[in-house]
Structure formats: structure tokens, C-alpha cells
Nanobody
Framework: QVQLVESGGGLVQTGGSLTLSCAASGSIRSIDVMGWYRQYPGKQREVVAT???????SYADSVKGRFTISRDNAKNTLYLQMNSLKPEDTAVYYCNRLLSLLRWGQGTQVTVSS
């Protein structure tokens, strides 16, 4: 079973940047679409960004122009570069495949101070 481990979160000021990483224990090369999700307290996870095996990306309107998703299949790792962070970005961030979800990892906390 593929395991997912998110890292890179932390506390930053408004306007700052962070790069999140998602390391998979197994190959993600054959997974068509993977994405980053975030979860606010008391709410469901929501998709932030997605990327296909061919490199095609999509973003939620709330992060468009500020976040960049990428994947390194050789390293079995997914990344999320976050710039111009806002307090509204404060959440726990997770990675997973878009369809046929894998077991969720622990996520990584991102906190943006105002």
C-alpha cells in the first residue's frame, strides 16, 4: 500500500512563501492525476491544485496565480510552491490522488499570521 507523507508546513507572515512536499512510499508514475488538498477546522477537505501525469495543472480560484503544483515521478514526490500567502491559506494540507483515494497521510500545518 502506498503511504503519503506531507512536510514543509510552518508559520509564516502574510506575503511569505512555503514549499510543501509529499513523499510517496510507492511509485506515483502511473497515477494519472494527483493533487493537493487543504482542510479548515470543522470543514471537509477541498482541492487546491491538481496535476496530471503529463504535467497539466489546474488550481482553485482562491490560489490561482499564487500556488504552483509540480511532481517528480523519479523521486515519487509531489510539491506545492506557495507564494504571497494569506491568512485564509491557514489549514492542514494533504496530498492524494484525485480518484480512488489512497490512505490519507498526517498532513502538514500551514499557518499564515496577519
Amino acid at each position: 500500500q502506498v503511504q503519503l507523507v506531507e512536510s514543509g508546513g510552518g508559520l509564516v507572515q502574510t506575503g511569505g512563501s512555503l514549499t510543501l512536499s509529499c513523499a510517496a512510499s510507492g511509485s506515483i508514475r502511473s497515477i494519472d492525476v494527483m493533487g493537493w488538498y487543504r482542510q479548515y477546522p470543522g470543514k471537509q477537505r477541498e482541492v487546491v491544485a491538481t496535476i496530471t501525469s503529463r504535467g497539466s495543472t489546474s488550481y482553485a480560484d482562491s490560489v490561482k496565480g499564487r500556488f504552483t503544483i509540480s511532481r517528480d515521478n523519479a523521486k515519487n514526490t509531489l510539491y506545492l510552491q506557495m507564494n504571497s500567502l494569506k491568512p485564509e491559506d491557514t489549514a492542514v494540507y494533504y496530498c492524494n490522488r484525485l480518484l480512488s483515494l489512497l490512505r490519507w497521510g498526517q498532513g502538514t500545518q500551514v499557518t499564515v499570521s496577519s
